[in-house]
């Protein structure tokens, strides 16, 4: 309906003896309303001597009030959580005041400025995003007629398979519970499989020589808290939800996550895209032991067909207290294209100390001390990116010192001033002037990127989102999301990032857990092995490459095994890394022991559900291929399938169903390479 009527009245009352009952107001709610809908409520009083006045606060932006009436007029012009004070004072002069709550709804408004292209028989999917309105909100089509195979469901989800190519231009009109409504005109381009709309690459995919990533992190506050930060958590939701599905970015590190479930309603609401928070027990090590289920949470989310979560980890745990409570979350990532190449990166999202007091400086620049001293340690030739919350800017502290009444130098000195290692994507803004909250001129949600990620940054691609959305401030966040772009050139598929020779070797095998040794309650460690594959068409000598497990690669363990010069890897043909020198068949030439005294796949111990990650790493260090599990069973290794593909996916060695349960050094199906 596009108007309410709520009359709010009590039988006028007499005690009996002549005497008039003293006014009394209703108790009764304020029923919702939307911007810009008609809105009517009657404050009638019961008692009181005639005639009754009725005086009121401010009433709400837009409203007016009648005070011989009681009455309250919309429509309102601004959304929020409103208090109306109503007083009503007879003729007597005795009063009563009540205080009434009034939720005015932001109007909906269509954020979804375009529609993807889809293919002639093609599955389709992409869901409507409008901000505002009071839930549920529902879509139908107004005007013109979509493809054939193609529906609009009231959730706003476009989905099925279209027949017929051409443009299909169409309105759509979105409406709220209210009955307040936004319309939109767009366009559906239907196309043939493989043809272009502009002559160029097709769509799917980049153009040649290109391999672009888009990274992102904003502090979404307090998000699913219903104490603390925006009132409206539908609201809240709705616009988050606008924010990242117009934005488009590949990786976004997410921080102040409180509720879980908001967080997956979130999820569920943006085709494509997977993520998870710091608590999550499945999916990172650690997280449960450090975030509760009201903490203020860390995150990331990322588009599923462009991103493979390798491992997931909350590190630096000892320095707890100075991250305010919110150690970092590391991630190291795959990050992929349709072609089959890859690169990897690791991403660390944190949430620093917050506030400008000298205390909260000092646990920032302690943090600062040991991030550095971890990436420096553990990460020193990897591509890395830390993102999130910062708390503080790079050209100077937020803080003051109480001694000298200036700024601090910046908590992050350490890294602006190892140029040679670390830059950050946004400092140019901070040194610009530009701010990246809602209130306040400083920079404080940086992204810091290595000299190797640096090489692929997209100069001047960092910038800073303001979403179009009304009353933004109190309805989303008092945090801006900041992308940055990157474009890693001609891929690795294998080899160098900007060409040269190409390396197409692969891991194709491997066995984390074995059996006992026979005859014993003895686990047979040295069976544990790792199988590579050469799917070029010229021989590789694999002298100086390394094989590590997640701990040795991050720089706690040393090195698994590091193949001598003149190891060489035949096209077409397989070599076997085992962890111990019993399990090498004899006569192999094509199979060794690990040099570093083992492979300790399962962190060394051989249980399922422990979990780990087999990295093949070059002499550069750059990674050339890795595998990440979590569970295990006793003899059964894990192949691509199909086998022998760089491709391919990892399953058990079992459901290649070849009766074998691992074929170290042979095919699959036993056979020889």
Same mark, same amino acid.
């Given at each position: 309906?596009?108007?309410?009527?709520?009359?709010?009245?009590?039988?006028?009352?007499?005690?009996?003896?002549?005497?008039?009952?003293?006014?009394?107001?209703?108790?009764?709610?304020?029923?919702?309303?939307?911007?810009?809908?008609?809105?009517?409520?009657?404050?009638?009083?019961?008692?009181?001597?005639?005639?009754?006045?009725?005086?009121?606060?401010?009433?709400?932006?837009?409203?007016?009030?009648?005070?011989?009436?009681?009455?309250?007029?919309?429509?309102?012009?601004?959304?929020?959580?409103?208090?109306?004070?109503?007083?009503?004072?007879?003729?007597?002069?005795?009063?009563?005041?009540?205080?009434?709550?009034?939720?005015?709804?932001?109007?909906?408004?269509?954020?979804?400025?375009?529609?993807?292209?889809?293919?002639?028989?093609?599955?389709?999917?992409?869901?409507?995003?409008?901000?505002?309105?009071?839930?549920?909100?529902?879509?139908?089509?107004?005007?013109?007629?979509?493809?054939?195979?193609?529906?609009?469901?009231?959730?706003?989800?476009?989905?099925?398979?279209?027949? =017929?190519?051409? %443009?299909? *231009?169409?309105? @759509?009109?979105?409406?709220? /519970?209210?009955? #307040?409504? &936004?319309? $939109?005109?767009?366009?559906?381009?239907?196309?043939?499989?493989?043809?272009?709309?502009?002559?160029?690459?097709?769509?799917?995919?980049?153009?040649?020589?290109?391999?672009?990533?888009?990274?992102?992190?904003?502090?979404?506050?307090?998000?699913?808290?219903?104490?603390? =930060?925006?009132? %409206?958590? *539908?609201?809240? @939701?709705?616009?988050?939800? /606008?924010?990242? #599905?117009? &934005?488009? $970015?590949?990786?976004?590190?997410?921080?102040?996550?409180?509720?879980?479930?908001?967080?997956?309603?979130?999820?569920?609401?943006?085709?494509?895209?997977?993520?998870?928070?710091?608590?999550?027990?499945?999916?990172?090590?650690?997280?449960?032991?450090?975030?509760?289920?009201?903490?203020?949470?860390?995150?990331?989310?990322?588009?599923?067909?462009?991103?493979?979560?390798?491992? &997931?980890? $909350?590190?630096?745990?000892?320095?707890?207290?100075?991250?305010?409570?919110?150690?970092?979350?590391?991630?190291?990532?795959?990050?992929?294209?349709?072609?089959?190449?890859?690169?990897?990166?690791?991403?660390?999202?944190?949430?620093?100390?917050?506030?400008?007091?000298?205390?909260?400086?000092?646990?920032?620049?302690?943090?600062?001390?040991?991030?550095?001293?971890?990436?420096?340690?553990?990460?020193?030739?990897?591509?890395?990116?830390?993102?999130?919350?910062?708390?503080?800017?790079?050209?100077?502290?937020?803080?003051?010192?109480?001694?000298?009444?200036?700024?601090?130098?910046?908590?992050?000195?350490?890294?602006?001033?190892?140029?040679?290692?670390?830059?950050?994507?946004?400092?140019?803004?901070?040194?610009?002037?530009?701010?990246?909250?809602?209130?306040?001129?400083?920079?404080?949600?940086?992204?810091?990127?290595?000299?190797?990620?640096?090489?692929?940054?997209?100069?001047?691609?960092?910038?800073?989102?303001?979403?179009?959305?009304?009353?933004?401030?109190?309805?989303?966040?008092?945090?801006?999301?900041?992308?940055?772009?990157?474009?890693?050139?001609?891929?690795?598929?294998?080899?160098?990032?900007?060409?040269?020779?190409?390396?197409?070797?692969?891991?194709?095998?491997?066995?984390?857990?074995?059996?006992?040794?026979?005859?014993?309650?003895?686990?047979?460690?040295?069976?544990?092995?790792?199988?590579?594959?050469?799917?070029?068409?010229?021989?590789?000598?694999?002298?100086?490459?390394?094989?590590?497990?997640?701990?040795?690669?991050?720089?706690?363990?040393?090195?698994?095994?590091?193949?001598?010069?003149?190891?060489?890897?035949?096209?077409?043909?397989?070599?076997?890394?085992?962890?111990?020198?019993?399990?090498?068949?004899?006569?192999?030439?094509?199979?060794?022991?690990?040099?570093?005294?083992?492979?300790?796949?399962?962190?060394?111990?051989?249980?399922?559900?422990?979990?780990?990650?087999?990295?093949?790493?070059?002499?550069?260090?750059?990674?050339?291929?890795?595998?990440?599990?979590?569970?295990?069973?006793?003899?059964?290794?894990?192949?691509?399938?199909?086998?022998?593909?760089?491709?391919?996916?990892?399953?058990?060695?079992?459901?290649?169903?070849?009766?074998?349960?691992?074929?170290?050094?042979?095919?699959?199906?036993?056979?020889?390479?």
């Amino acid at each position: 309906m596009a108007g309410m009527l709520a009359v709010l009245t009590l039988l006028s009352a007499c005690d009996g003896r002549g005497t008039t009952v003293p006014p009394q107001l209703p108790a009764v709610e304020l029923s919702p309303t939307t911007v810009g809908l008609d809105y009517e409520a009657m404050f009638t009083a019961s008692g009181g001597e005639p005639p009754l006045r009725y005086t009121v606060t401010p009433p709400p932006p837009g409203f007016s009030f009648f005070t011989g009436e009681g009455r309250l007029l919309g429509p309102g012009s601004e959304a929020g959580d409103f208090s109306i004070t109503v007083t009503v004072r007879d003729a007597n002069g005795t009063e009563h005041v009540r205080t009434y709550a009034l939720r005015v709804w932001a109007r909906p408004e269509v954020t979804s400025a375009t529609l993807p292209i889809a293919r002639t028989g093609g599955s389709y999917e992409h869901v409507l995003v409008a901000t505002g309105g009071r839930p549920p909100l529902e879509w139908e089509v107004v005007e013109g007629a979509l493809p054939t195979g193609i529906e609009l469901h009231p959730d706003g989800l476009l989905n099925g398979q279209p027949q =017929g190519e051409g %443009n299909y *231009p169409v309105t @759509l009109r979105v409406k709220d /519970a209210h009955g #307040a409504e &936004a319309r $939109v005109q767009l366009g559906l381009q239907v196309l043939a499989p493989g043809e272009t709309p502009d002559g160029g690459a097709p769509d799917g995919g980049p153009h040649e020589g290109t391999f672009p990533l888009s990274v992102a992190n904003w502090n979404i506050e307090w998000f699913g808290d219903p104490q603390n =930060g925006p009132t %409206n958590e *539908p609201l809240q @939701l709705s616009n988050v939800q /606008a924010v990242i #599905a117009d &934005a488009g $970015v590949d990786i976004w590190g997410l921080a102040e996550i409180v509720n879980t479930a908001q967080f997956n309603e979130l999820k569920a609401r943006l085709p494509g895209y997977d993520g998870f928070l710091a608590d999550d027990g499945t999916r990172v090590s650690s997280g449960t032991s450090y975030y509760g289920a009201n903490d203020q949470k860390v995150g990331v989310l990322f588009k599923s067909d462009v991103v493979q979560v390798l491992r &997931a980890d $909350v590190v630096m745990l000892n320095q707890s207290w100075d991250f305010g409570g919110r150690p970092p979350l590391r991630v190291d990532l795959r990050i992929l294209r349709p072609d089959g190449a890859s690169v990897d990166v690791t991403a660390l999202i944190l949430h620093m100390k917050a506030y400008a007091g000298a205390a909260d400086y000092a646990r920032r620049l302690s943090a600062s001390s040991g991030l550095k001293d971890y990436l420096d340690l553990r990460l020193p030739t990897q591509r890395v990116m830390v993102i999130g919350d910062w708390n503080d800017d790079v050209d100077e502290s937020i803080a003051t010192n109480p001694d000298t009444g200036r700024k601090f130098e910046s908590p992050y000195r350490n890294f602006v001033s190892d140029t040679a290692r670390y830059s950050f994507t946004t400092e140019a803004l901070s040194r610009a002037g530009v701010g990246s909250t809602t209130s306040h001129s400083s920079f404080i949600s940086h992204q810091l990127v290595s000299n190797e990620m640096w090489d692929s940054y997209v100069p001047n691609s960092a910038r800073v989102l303001r979403p179009n959305i009304s009353g933004y401030r109190n309805n989303t966040s008092d945090h801006y999301p900041i992308i940055s772009r990157f474009n890693f050139g001609q891929p690795d598929s294998g080899g160098p990032r900007n060409g040269g020779s190409q390396y197409p070797v692969f891991i194709n095998e491997y066995l984390p857990q074995t059996g006992n040794v026979p005859g014993t309650s003895t686990p047979d460690y040295d069976r544990q092995f790792v199988e590579l594959v050469n799917g070029g068409t010229t021989a590789v000598d694999l002298g100086g490459w390394k094989i590590h497990d997640a701990n040795s690669q991050a720089g706690s363990d040393p090195v698994r095994h590091v193949f001598p010069a003149g190891t060489m890897i035949h096209p077409g043909k397989s070599y076997v890394v085992y962890s111990g020198p019993t399990a090498v068949p004899l006569g192999a030439t094509n199979a060794t022991s690990a040099s570093g005294g083992g492979l300790y796949l399962n962190r060394g111990v051989n249980q399922g559900s422990s979990g780990d990650t087999v990295f093949l790493v070059r002499p550069d260090n750059t990674v050339q291929d890795s595998a990440g599990y979590q569970d295990t069973t006793v003899g059964i290794s894990y192949n691509r399938s199909p086998d022998g593909s760089a491709t391919g996916t990892w399953v058990p060695h079992t459901q290649l169903q070849t009766g074998l349960q691992a074929s170290p050094g042979q095919r699959a199906v036993g056979a020889e390479f």
